[in-house]
């Protein structure tokens, strides 16, 4: 199993930075894509920031300019810098990870989890 632990939320004003981190660990192999999603109670879950093995990133583009994917491929870790914060930014994020696990019992097999979300709250 793989699991994914998110720290770094939290309460700051409009304007403020936050920074998320968000830790892979369990049986895996190799992590491909990490990224963080965002959920506002009673709408769907929405994508902010994504990143590939080779660091290669994609942004949302209401974060753009703002935010900031990063991850040290070593810890297993991604990362979201989030800078310059709107009101309109406060959700629960969740990290997102897709890669390959190994098992004593059955070898390699795909992986794609998801941590526990954390609450970032923005205030105006």
């Known amino acids: 199993q793989v699991q994914l632990v998110e720290s770094g939320g939290g309460l700051v004003q409009a304007g403020g930075s936050l920074r998320l981190s968000c830790a892979a660990s369990g049986s895996i192999f190799s992590v491909n894509a990490m990224g963080w999603y965002r959920q506002v109670s009673g709408k769907q879950r929405e994508l902010v920031a994504h990143?590939?093995?080779?660091?290669?990133?994609n942004l949302a583009d209401s974060v753009k300019g703002r935010f900031t994917i990063s991850r040290d491929n070593a810890k297993n870790t991604v990362y979201l810098q989030m800078n310059s914060l709107k009101p309109e930014d406060t959700a629960v994020y969740y990290c997102n990870a897709d890669g390959v696990a190994i098992s004593s019992h059955t070898g390699t097999f795909p992986f794609a989890s998801w941590g526990q979300g954390t609450q970032v709250t923005v205030s105006s």
């Open positions: 990143i590939t093995s080779s660091g290669r990133t």
